[in-house]
């Protein structure tokens, strides 16, 4: 049982370049999250996806496009990436009901330069 | 909007001392909490979590956490650190409405635990 998985783990762009940034979940949970972390600024939300088929901006959605293609896999993408865009970033899927935990892939670290 | 304060940017402490690293968040009618620790490079692991009951919440690793809801605080403890628990701790509040249980997280707070 992986949990939440995410490709790749490194990635280096520059300027203008795109990318997309993958992630499958096998625990059948409905909503999946992209956060971004930064040093000092803890995790902000990017977009959310609530169920198959929908998508929600979240806190710094600006740069950013998702895709959420079934139920497992929800993935983020960078149509011209900017330095602002280095950060680590996080696929996270909580689990069903109120007050449940969260599950964390192991984060992919993006460099833009 | 739910928001979460964590004042202690570092915390630096002696290995067997106690801790308390801190967190307030902003009041909601009902609220969920949470602490997750990241240890270097990788993801982010649930420590324990406050939904309801009694306000002290027990987690794994000897953790602890005591929700205050006059202080709109909920701080965590532990009696007796170990260089093993060097990492990152985040707070996190999510109101728990609708279908997303999403979480918003405080800045975090790096534990670093000295010999």
């Known amino acids: 049982n992986a949990g939440v998985t995410q490709t790749p783990k490194f990635q280096v762009l520059k300027t203008g370049q795109s990318m997309t940034l993958q992630c499958a979940q096998d625990?059948?949970?409905?909503?999946m999250y992209w956060y971004r972390q930064d040093p000092g600024m803890g995790l902000r939300l990017i977009y959310y996806s609530a169920s198959e088929g929908t998508t929600d901006k979240g806190e710094v959605p600006n740069g950013y496009n998702v895709s959420r293609l079934n139920k497992r896999e929800f993935s983020l993408r960078l149509e011209s990436a900017a330095p602002s865009q280095t950060s680590v970033y996080f696929c996270?899927?909580?689990?069903?009901?109120?007050?449940?935990?969260?599950?964390f892939g192991q984060g992919t670290r993006l460099t833009v330069v | 909007a739910q928001s979460v304060t964590q004042l202690d940017s570092q915390v630096p402490v002696f290995e067997e001392a106690p801790v308390e690293l801190r967190c307030n968040y902003s009041s909601s009618v009902s609220v969920y909490l949470f602490w997750y620790v990241q240890y270097p490079n990788q993801g982010l692991q649930l420590l324990l979590k406050?939904?309801?009951?009694?306000?002290l919440v027990k987690g794994i690793n000897g953790f602890e956490a005591e929700f205050n809801k006059s202080q709109t605080s909920f701080h965590l403890r532990k009696p007796s650190v170990h260089i093993s628990d060097t990492a990152e701790y985040f707070c996190a509040v999510s109101d728990g409405g609708g279908a997303t249980n999403k979480l918003i997280f405080g800045t975090g707070t790096l534990l670093a635990v000295q010999p």
């Open positions: 996270a899927s909580p689990g069903p009901g109120r007050g449940t935990e969260a599950f």
């Open positions: 625990m059948n949970h409905n909503s």
């Open positions: 406050y939904l309801s009951g009694s306000t």
